[in-house]
């Protein structure tokens, strides 16, 4: 996994609340083999103006002028800024997999559906929980100036470049030191690997029909 | 030292490490997998150029895209006519090509669901821990096994590295005592445990199953039993190891032999709750008052005897309860009160991880034999659990018993189970189905699934309706 430390970014508000997974990415795109090459698909639905199929060469579609990731201003968007229960539905790690895709490491919103929220983490992607107030402030920062950026330093815990100054914010420790060092669930364990083969040391001889000679 | 239960030492067994935060590191003997929720795990080792860590763990098998018509498999992987099936079924064999993991190909004779494969391989064994990208896995738990379903991030995770993060459950023990009746079948039991505990009963606790009527039972009805735990909202169901146990493993492909074998044997019997082990949560029953179950509803606690009527809304002083049963009503087009027996059918579903073992296929075929499937269903289809159950059945002559009954006799995978490939239910369509699901649009968008036994399901695709197996034929 991509260790997140510090990102600065253009900043795109989808302002609107309970934003599902099927909006993020629609379900026949799940039966890719893959956990790349959601990107063209993410926000299927909203972005494009018909409906999208698997192995379609997206580029070509004809793509909704208005909805926000389209918009000439917010092209290269790495940060997303939305509104409450962002990632409810379905526990499909696509949506994380599509955000990563598309090039967008950090979502801002006043809170988080439970299973996308973990499945973040898993992937590299930090989601912000901020106070209502807070994130009203940034939705107008983004329509104040074209090509407004953000800088998120996960290691201090702020968000800088809001005209309000500025704002703290706080991730659970564990997940805090997997993301800024890399780490994902497996990275982690790796780093007991001497206790895993210990372990398996000990458990050849106790259990020897467990493994191959 | 303090008394455990079986999970307990299952557990104690595994436990590389526990971290502060209580969570704990737990080692993996067995990972199976299919090819659904692989693709994208395998795909990640390769992202992070990380290789599995103990390959011999690792076994895999194509089981629930893969067509069961006998022209569509013997043209092997070409033939799947449904193209994104044909990709997962493709993928997983190069992943496990590439990365050197033993599969049983679609064509090959061990190919089968994977729960059926594992124990009949002795791929999965007493005192393992066994883990699949499936919820069915709890399946292995018959063997005295801690076996239990992942997702697609823990698969790559055990693949990279035989572990897994885990916070430990409670314990609950299910204690069936006495003796079951003529004609009632293991998965009539594990159907009247959910109806007792309710699917959310068994949230939070591992299950082991214990008492008279699971020690009198056969390795194929325990692992029905523990099939199900996951309807019962455990992860994990386990039976204790016997000689029941010792005798199924002994002599199978993948099992110990010689002097690993003695030893493994030793070992074993220590595989059973202590006798004043604690339970946090103890459920009783009595074999004796099982009766032969059938589901009327969307979820597989929406169960009764064969003989009962369907609930009536009306009766329920709970509000929630009562639009439950409404919803649920509505759906399955029945009517309050309505008779089990009058529910009607258009196809028979004999098959699925649950029921397609040759114990299965036995009872199935001996209510059948000598008769004609009811002239208004559509299809009544039996599916093998495995390659090798088929040969079996095929060598015992059971599939002309079913073809000449009217039947259909199929290539092993999941089939209409899932409906991931092309056998599914219509819109509307009422079938009984030995599999463990019954939730909307499970075996088909708008099909009206009822979970029963073998033998139920064999007698009710004769009538064209349910009836009590244990009357059938007198
Ligand atoms: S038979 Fe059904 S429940 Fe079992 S593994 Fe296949 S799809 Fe899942």
């Not at chain 1, 890719?32 to 199929?53: A, C, H, T, V, W």
């Not at chain 1, 950090?106 to 299973?115: G, K, M, R």
């Not at chain 2, 293991?186 to 214990?210: C, H, M, Q």
Request: aromatic share 6%; hydrophobic share 40%.
């Amino acid at each position: 996994m991509q260790a997140f430390t510090q990102l600065t970014g253009i900043t795109a508000p989808l302002d609107r609340a309970n934003v599902d997974t099927d909006m993020i990415i629609p379900k026949q795109f799940l039966k890719s083999i893959k956990r790349s090459g959601f990107g063209p698909n993410l926000f299927d639905e909203l972005r494009y103006l018909d409906e999208g199929q698997p192995d379609q060469d997206s580029s070509k579609r004809p793509i909704n002028p208005n909805f926000v990731l389209n918009l000439p201003r917010y092209k290269g968007a790495k940060i997303l800024l939305a509104r409450d229960n962002f990632g409810c539905g379905s526990s499909r790690e696509h949506a994380p997999w599509a955000l990563l895709d598309f090039g967008i490491s950090c979502i801002i919103a006043p809170s988080f559906a439970d299973i996308f929220y973990n499945n973040c983490f898993k992937n590299g992607v930090l989601p912000i929980t901020l106070l209502n107030e807070q994130i009203d402030q940034l939705f107008s920062d983004t329509q104040a100036k074209p090509g407004f950026e953000l800088t998120v330093d996960l290691k201090d815990g702020v968000i800088s470049g809001s005209s309000a100054g500025d704002i703290a914010f706080s991730i659970d420790s564990f997940r805090r030191h997997c993301l800024l060092n890399g780490l994902d669930d497996i990275g982690l364990t790796l780093e007991q690997t001497s206790n895993i083969q210990r372990y398996e040391q000990k458990r050849r001889q106790q259990a020897p029909w467990l493994f191959a000679d | 030292m303090a008394s455990k239960t079986l999970y307990d030492k299952l557990w104690d067994a595994h436990l590389v490490k526990q971290q502060d935060d209580g969570s704990c590191l737990i080692y993996i003997d067995r990972h199976l997998l299919h090819e659904v929720t692989s693709p994208q795990a395998f795909e990640g080792l390769r992202i992070a150029g990380r290789k599995p860590w103990r390959i011999d763990t690792n076994l895999a098998t194509p089981d629930h895209n893969v067509p069961t018509t006998f022209n569509e498999r013997a043209i092997g992987v070409d033939g799947i006519e449904d193209p994104v099936s044909k990709i997962q079924v493709v993928t997983l064999g190069d992943n496990c090509d590439e990365f050197g993991i033993t599969e049983f190909k679609m064509q090959d004779e061990r190919q089968g669901i994977v729960h059926v494969v594992g124990p009949e391989q002795g791929a999965t064994l007493p005192g393992m821990t066994v883990v699949c990208g499936d919820s069915h896995t709890a399946t292995h738990g018959a063997m005295g096994a801690l076996a239990h379903g992942i997702g697609t991030s823990e698969v790559e995770h055990v693949l990279a590295t035989q572990c897994l993060i885990q916070k430990k459950s409670q314990n609950m023990l299910v204690r069936v005592d006495g003796d079951l009746g003529e004609g009632i079948t293991s998965k009539d039991v594990v159907l009247a445990i959910i109806g007792v505990i309710g699917t959310a009963g068994g949230t939070g606790y591992a299950i082991e199953f214990g008492g008279k009527v699971f020690e009198d039972m056969t390795m194929e009805g325990r692992m029905t039993v523990c099939n199900m735990a996951i309807e019962a909202g455990a992860r994990v169901g386990m039976v204790a190891v016997d000689q029941t146990t010792i005798d199924y493993v002994e002599g199978r492909p993948f099992s110990p032999k010689g002097e690993k074998w003695d030893l493994a044997v030793v070992a074993w019997q220590d595989l059973h709750s202590d006798a004043d082990a604690e339970f946090d949560h103890v459920v009783v029953l009595d074999g004796a008052t099982i009766a032969p179950q059938v589901t009327w509803g969307t979820s597989p606690e929406m169960v009764l005897p064969v003989f009962a009527n369907v609930p009536n809304p009306a009766k329920e002083k709970d509000d929630i309860k009562a639009s439950g049963i409404t919803r649920a009503l509505e759906y399955m087009g029945l009517v309050a009160d309505q008779a089990i027996t009058d529910i009607h059918l258009d196809r028979v579903f004999i098959g699925s991880c649950t029921n397609s073992r040759i114990e299965d296929l036995r009872a199935a075929a001996a209510v059948v034999e000598g008769h004609q499937v009811a002239k208004t269903l559509k299809q009544a289809l039996v599916v093998p659990g495995s390659g090798l159950v088929k040969a079996q059945a095929e060598a015992e002559g059971l599939h002309t018993i079913f073809t000449d009954a009217g039947l259909e006799w199929r290539e092993p995978g999941c089939s209409m189970c899932l409906a991931m490939n092309a056998d599914k239910l219509g819109a509307g369509e009422h079938c009984a189905s030995t599999s463990n699901r019954n939730f909307e649009g499970r075996q088909g968008f708008g099909g009206r699934t009822h979970l029963v036994s073998p033998a139920m399901a064999a007698a009710a695709a004769i009538a064209g309706h349910f009836v009590d197996v244990r009357t059938f034929n007198l």
